[in-house]
């Protein structure tokens, strides 16, 4: 059995669609946001293969080709001003020292050190749809979300549950597993979890969850859902959940890590209570980047003329220095005065060097709008899928035949970049082995699953036609069990050279 043709050859236009590689290349010509790909720095095939990190003076002009990166979803690519950014808080630290926490510099973009949150959870609240004082860039996810749930979970004799996803990104489940025997509940009795109603089609439908919640609420304290289902792509209906959670009484909170960048949330105008997210994916910040979370104004306010009384004055919460009113923070008081708002929640002042290197990729954001980058993600995406959905044979109604199928919804509103494809068993190490060999990275998921998410802010047509060709290409030698001439491909099951399987 030969190779697949690239995409059914280049100039194919059947079943009323162009799938030719130059319809791709006139889509990324009317592409409104092509500018934005030259604000990050794109790794060349050479890069992803050389252990070291000096660039190689020669090299074929292959090697040289940059690679197709559709894994924003797990670490979203550097932006070309991160480095500059990073140098001039460096230049700033070395050049004033403590005083830096209280001198701006003409020549440098930067803020001083003591504001530099404040200007980044500003910059960060229309990616969520939030007033700038609903927004605070702080920690990391998991921390957060305790941090959170330590205010918001408050549970009683009557009313001790929480609901979440049964697949819950691990993290979640931890947080809230723990947060629950924290408080002296059994999480056996006290975690409702959501399960999809048909194990082979693990999507949750939004009557599913609505339903789970009325026969739970007068037992439940909190709800705390994915935006986004990390495993399938699935983008929840946020805004009639968090309705619907809001008719029974119930405090609702998101997490957002595969959410913020990638779709247009609109958290207070849903009413959400809380939110939290991690920037390192589609917000391009870097590994462990700094994290941000959300509290809706009806939350946040403070009352200092009852600060002290049994009123309380504000909120409950875990409270830290940098989370104090700032007219009183340098009189070492001992009497916590919140910061209204999310900054209120703040701990401990945060990393300049962390929130620097997400001010570099909230200024590209700032160079566009979350509609845009739907926009485009909703084509790119559907370009994704019609691609892979397309028979592989000219004159073929309908290919049952592909080795693989999407488990990601097909309607856009019901997702966002990603499209989650489960291969057919024992193929994912042989074609994870041939993508990486042709300078295509995704990520995976065992056993079964890779996942692909073209970023709009970086990501073309061109990649998506390449991609697929690519993609089909590594199925079918997969099945055939020829790869690099190794008659059988069980040769490479456990092969993980990069060690992802220990991230993932």
Not at 482 to 503: C, L, P, T
Request: charged share 20%; aromatic share 8%.
């Amino acid at each position: 059995m030969t190779s697949f043709n690239p995409l059914i050859a280049n100039d194919s236009v059947h079943h009323g669609q162009d799938y030719s590689r130059a319809h791709a290349e006139s889509l990324d010509e009317q592409d409104s946001l092509k500018h934005l790909r030259r604000e990050f720095i794109i790794p060349t095939k050479q890069d992803l293969k050389s252990r070291t990190l000096a660039k190689s003076s020669s090299g074929s002009d292959q090697k040289c080709e940059p690679c197709i990166y559709f894994c924003g979803n797990s670490l979203g690519l550097q932006p070309r001003r991160t480095a500059e950014r990073i140098s001039s808080h460096l230049s700033a630290w070395a050049t004033k020292g403590v005083t830096g926490h209280f001198t701006a510099h003409d020549d440098c973009v930067l803020p001083e050190f003591l504001t530099i949150d404040d200007v980044a959870a500003e910059k960060m609240a229309p990616l969520v749809g939030a007033l700038k004082s609903e927004v605070a860039v702080m920690e990391t996810l998991t921390a957060n979300l305790h941090l959170l749930m330590a205010s918001f979970y408050r549970p009683t004799k009557n009313k001790y549950k929480i609901i979440l996803e049964g697949k819950a990104f691990p993290s979640d489940h931890y947080a809230v597993e723990s947060q629950i025997r924290h408080n002296n509940f059994d999480p056996m009795d006290a975690m409702i979890l959501i399960e999809p109603t048909d194990p082979k089609y693990p999507i949750i439908s939004t009557s599913h969850i609505l339903s789970t919640i009325d026969e739970h609420a007068d037992s439940t304290a909190l709800i705390l859902l994915p935006g986004i289902q990390y495993y399938t792509g699935q983008y929840l209906d946020m805004k009639k959940i968090t309705a619907h959670a809001h008719t029974h009484g119930l405090i609702i909170g998101w997490d957002l890590a595969h959410a913020v960048g990638n779709v247009d949330v609109q958290l207070h105008e849903w009413g959400v209570d809380f939110a939290a997210w991690c920037n390192y994916k589609y917000v391009n910040s870097g590994p462990g980047a700094v994290a941000g979370l959300f509290v809706h104004e009806k939350h946040g306010k403070v009352d200092k003329a009852a600060i002290g009384y049994n009123e309380g004055g504000f909120r409950p919460r875990l409270s830290g220095w940098w989370g104090g009113d700032k007219a009183t923070k340098f009189e070492m008081g001992n009497r916590f005065i919140p910061l209204p708002g999310a900054a209120g929640f703040q701990l401990g002042n945060p990393s300049v060097l962390a929130v620097t290197a997400l001010l570099a990729s909230l200024e590209i954001f700032d160079l566009t709008s979350m509609s845009a980058i739907r926009a485009k993600s909703v084509a790119l995406t559907k370009y994704l899928e019609d691609l892979l959905q397309e028979p592989s044979s000219a004159n073929a109604e309908k290919d049952d035949t592909k080795p693989f199928k999407i488990i990601t919804p097909s309607s856009p509103s019901e997702r966002g970049a990603q499209l989650s494809v489960q291969l057919n068993p024992g193929l994912l190490e042989g074609v994870l082995k041939l993508l990486e060999d042709a300078g295509a990275v995704v990520d995976e998921r065992k056993p079964d699953v890779i996942r692909v998410a073209p970023a709009p802010v970086y990501n073309t047509f061109s990649e998506v036609w390449d991609f697929v060709r690519i993609f089909r290409d590594a199925c079918q030698k997969a099945q055939t069990e020829q790869i690099d001439g190794v008659k059988n491909v069980s040769a490479f099951q456990g092969q993980d050279e990069k060690g992802w399987s220990m991230v993932k």
